[in-house]
């Protein structure tokens, strides 16, 4: 299989993985900052430049949803009101972001700013778009910021592209009301007592979907491969071949099929839709990342009071003793070399990752701080939210695809045959011989 494409190739994969849902090189400006620093130090102190304000485009997705939008604004307030600058947010889904940055970098457009996340970034780093972040800041302002671990994920070949915003993992989300009202006053820990979990809620309330797990767009990808290495197989091998053929694969199929077939999972259903029935009460179980706060807060729950209604758990094992598997989430912030605007970039930077935002950002939605000043307040230390998923964040894994260039091709595979074993149109094997053979194929 190759995993090296033309930026063409890049572009396409890019397309598909938006279909599904539902960046020019310059000169380097001067260094916003050298040396060490401080994220716990006020948000920005630079100065409007002379002749008046400097427009700085930021681009994301997160600005986009409901329970982020009052706490973008509050964020490029922040930093308006220190620099005398001016913030103009560009947004998007999150399938369409690739595919954004891409096109608008590639046709000229401005962009200073923009966040990504693991899934997205290697496909737009791939592009050699992005600026080194120890260009603009300083490697020293960086390490002293920032936990190695956390500086990794965003380092490619030596240079830091990305810089850290927030990481945790994307695991098990549950609603503790639900399953007490079926009986269940603790997590269950193996696949044998989740389905009886499950099977509980369900007759305990009909109308509550018992696990909303993705079935469409390529988190359907993402939520099938922790289950897949739950089973004991992986889509590839260390050395990039397909691993998928595999009777693991098979098994974890044949268990998809059914939970569909007693009615504990339904088709249609993306992170989206599953974040919003889940905050309305309606959805017992559901994978997601630490954002899942954030959906719970906007719909009128006080964030203290979030863990009653909203908690993370580890993934049940398929027997007691076994590794709980995660995929490794996180966000990152990126500049762009063709960037006019760096110093000031880098400003905006600093000021989303100060302890002053990112602990509002962490108490309203759940984004948890990674940098080292933030990691050592009492409010994120002590919060029962948070920890739930830290201690999935301890065996978690990146996504297979995480580092390949068509991860959105890889992941439109997986979800396209997973879909036609769910509607009963391929058996399992046949849905695993098939999946291998197309990603073979790429």
């Known amino acids: 299989m190759k995993t090296r494409k033309l930026f063409a190739m890049l572009l396409a994969g890019t397309m598909a993985l938006s279909l599904l849902a539902g960046c020019g090189s310059g000169d380097t400006p001067p260094a916003a900052s050298q040396g060490g620093g401080d994220a716990s130090q006020a948000p920005a102190d630079s100065t409007a430049p002379e002749g008046g304000s400097t427009e700085i485009v930021w681009a994301g997705w997160s600005g986009e949803e409901e329970a982020s939008k009052d706490i973008f604004q509050r964020m490029m307030e922040t930093y308006e009101k220190a620099s005398g600058n001016d913030v103009t947010w560009v947004g998007w889904t999150w399938a369409d972001t690739a595919q954004q940055l891409l096109i608008r970098t590639q046709g000229g457009e401005q962009l200073d700013l923009a966040q990504t996340d693991i899934g997205i970034f290697n496909t737009v780093a791939a592009a050699g778009v992005l600026a080194d972040w120890n260009d603009i800041l300083g490697k020293d302002y960086m390490e002293a910021t920032f936990e190695q671990s956390s500086?990794?994920?965003?380092?490619?070949?030596?240079?830091?592209?990305?810089?850290?915003?927030?990481?945790?993992?994307?695991?098990?989300?549950?609603?503790?009301?639900?399953?007490?009202?079926?009986?269940?006053?603790?997590?269950?820990?193996?696949?044998?007592?989740?389905?009886?979990?499950?099977?509980?809620?369900?007759?305990?309330?009909?109308?509550?979907?018992?696990?909303?797990?993705?079935?469409?767009?390529?988190?359907?990808?993402?939520?099938?491969?922790?289950?897949?290495?739950?089973?004991?197989?992986?889509?590839?091998?260390?050395?990039?071949?397909?691993?998928?053929?595999?009777?693991?694969?098979?098994?974890?199929?044949?268990?998809?099929?059914?939970?569909?077939?007693?009615?504990?999972?339904?088709?249609?259903?993306?992170?989206?839709?599953?974040?919003?029935?889940?905050?309305?009460?309606?959805?017992?179980?559901?994978?997601?990342?630490?954002?899942?706060?954030?959906?719970?807060?906007?719909?009128?729950?006080?964030?203290?009071?979030?863990?009653?209604?909203?908690?993370?758990?580890?993934?049940?094992?398929?027997?007691?003793?076994?590794?709980?598997?995660?995929?490794?989430?996180?966000?990152?912030?990126?500049?762009?070399?063709?960037?006019?605007?760096?110093?000031?970039?880098?400003?905006?930077?600093?000021?989303?990752?100060?302890?002053?935002?990112?602990?509002?950002?962490f108490e309203n939605n759940g984004m948890p701080p990674v940098t080292k000043s933030a990691a050592g307040l009492d409010q994120v230390k002590n919060d029962a939210y948070l920890n739930g998923f830290l201690n999935s964040t301890a065996t978690a894994r990146l996504e297979e695809t995480a580092r390949m260039t068509n991860a959105s091709e890889v992941k439109t595979v997986i979800t396209e045959e997973l879909q036609y074993a769910l509607l009963g149109q391929k058996t399992a094997e046949q849905c695993v011989a098939d999946m291998a053979a197309r990603l073979e194929a790429l």
Not at 200 to 228: E, H, Q, R
Not at 232 to 259: H, K, M, P, R, T
């Open 151 to 361: 500086l990794s994920v965003g380092n490619i070949d030596g240079k830091q592209l990305g810089m850290p915003w927030s990481m945790a993992s994307i695991t098990m989300v549950y609603n503790p009301e639900i399953l007490s009202a079926a009986g269940w006053d603790k997590v269950p820990v193996t696949i044998d007592e989740f389905e009886q979990c499950l099977a509980d809620i369900k007759a305990a309330n009909p109308d509550v979907v018992p696990y909303a797990v993705s079935t469409k767009d390529a988190t359907c990808a993402g939520d099938f491969m922790p289950w897949l290495w739950t089973f004991g197989g992986a889509i590839f091998n260390e050395d990039g071949s397909v691993a998928l053929n595999s009777e693991a694969a098979v098994a974890c199929v044949q268990w998809y099929q059914n939970l569909m077939e007693k009615g504990y999972i339904a088709m249609d259903t993306g992170r989206g839709e599953a974040r919003q029935l889940f905050a309305q009460g309606k959805v017992a179980f559901y994978d997601d990342a630490v954002v899942a706060k954030g959906q719970t807060v906007n719909n009128g729950v006080a964030p203290e009071d979030v863990v009653n209604v909203c908690s993370a758990m580890p993934r049940p094992v398929l027997k007691q003793g076994d590794a709980p598997q995660s995929t490794m989430w996180g966000h990152m912030l990126v500049a762009f070399k063709n960037s006019e605007h760096q110093a000031e970039a880098a400003e905006l930077a600093k000021t989303l990752i100060s302890d002053e935002v990112a602990l509002d950002y």
